[in-house]
């Protein structure tokens, strides 16, 4: 999943640079992937499909729609291509997470359900570190693509068979627990989509702001690495921290931390503020994935994949505002400093309702 959403990051520097794409052309492409992450998190909560079912047919979209973004050059195609990996990564993201966090539980090990987490920011860390090679190695961003595309199916091929065994399906079907909106339901939704609008903008668009300061791709390119990398040290240490902290205090100080990063670059412009935010925002958006996951199957009891799906869903819309705002913001030398600061004031905004939020009796940051 790391690969299917996050690959186009890294990858977007060399497509403007032997495909002629440009900011706004990477908006909508970004976009496009966010639709479709929308729709596939819809589509969780209206089709009766196993765990594991979905979970394979999702890593094999992944890899398929990965390879196939190298093997063609029309704008159309790849909008398409990206959609349908959008879909492929929200079936991933939240089936993954219930069919987990169920059989993880019981054990009571938090490093465990971090480890789980800790994927995507691998994914991440490995297709940054590879764009930086290709980027060195001048190689084509249609080569890129092909590799991680086929990288992609190793990997599904490999884990294929700890899915195998035969589930219960994760959609709410006819009488089974229906989603019950209170306060604290919709307050999570909200914020969750604030995370997603918030964090969008320089996960989309980092690499390309690193370049902006800096031509030389040895040095530009090392932010996405550590994007990733700062996404897997995170998300364990957050098992740890969980042990002493509760989800809610630390999802808004997580979201406190990432408004700082996303800030940095319009506060100091510079390579080097630019690298400090891929650790601010690297460093919180999958930890804020886990959490709310976890505060979705605590709250959501019984219904608690229907939350998932809710709450991604609007992290999508989410996702799908932030790079068009982010077009329409972004000034005649592409600078994004307006953008930035709407992204930050969002996820502040949200630490605020996240902090009064809760269920009568259960203190909403205790």
């Known amino acids: ?13 060399m497509m403007q640079q032997d495909a002629g794409v440009s900011i706004a052309a990477g908006s909508w492409l970004a976009a496009a992937n966010y639709v479709g992450y929308l729709v596939g998190a819809l589509s969780v909560m209206l089709v009766p499909i196993s765990a594991p079912t979905a979970i394979r047919a999702g890593l094999v979209t992944i890899g398929v729609t ?13 909008l398409l ?6 879909i492929a990564s929200a079936w991933v993201l939240v089936c993954t997470s219930a069919w987990c966090l169920e059989r993880l539980q019981p054990l009571r090990r938090p490093m465990l359900e971090s480890t789980v987490f800790a994927g995507v920011g691998t994914g991440i860390a490995l297709a940054g570190a590879a764009c930086l090679a290709f980027m060195r190695l001048a190689t084509t961003s249609s080569r890129a693509w092909i590799v991680f595309g086929v990288g ?14 035969a589930d219960r ?6 009488g089974r627990p229906r989603l019950a909106w209170d306060a604290e339901w919709l307050g999570l939704t909200f914020c969750y989509g604030a995370f997603g609008f918030g964090y969008i903008i320089p996960a989309t668009f980092l690499p390309v702001m690193a370049r902006q300061a800096i031509r030389d791709p040895a040095v530009f390119g090392l932010s996405w690495p550590l994007f990733g990398a ?34 940095l670059p319009v506060i100091r412009p510079g390579i080097a503020a630019t690298l400090l935010a891929a650790l601010g925002v690297g460093g919180t958006f999958m930890v804020v994935t886990m959490l709310g996951m976890q505060e979705a199957r605590e709250v959501g009891g019984p219904a608690a994949t229907g939350l998932m799906a809710a709450m991604t869903s ?36 949200s630490a605020a309702v996240l902090a009064s939020v809760s269920r009568p009796g259960r203190p909403g940051v205790s």
């Open 1 to 13: 999943m790391g690969i299917g959403r996050f690959a186009f990051t890294p990858i977007l520097p």
């Open 66 to 78: 990965t390879l196939a973004m190298g093997l063609h050059d029309a704008f159309a195609g790849w």
């Open 81 to 86: 291509l990206r959609a349908l990996a959008g």
């Open 152 to 165: 992609s199916l190793i990997v599904t091929g490999v884990i294929w068979p700890v899915f195998g065994h």
């Open 169 to 174: 399906p994760v959609s709410r079907a006819p």
């Open 230 to 263: 700062a996404a897997i040290i995170s998300t364990l240490l957050a098992g740890r921290i969980r042990r002493r902290v509760s989800n809610r205090r630390l999802w808004i100080a997580s979201h406190v931390l990432m408004a700082l990063g996303v800030a």
């Open 314 to 349: 609007a992290f999508a819309l989410g996702q799908i505002a932030g790079p068009l705002a982010a077009n329409y913001l972004h000034g005649a030398d592409g600078n994004f400093s307006a953008a930035l600061l709407v992204a930050c004031g969002a996820l502040v905004i």
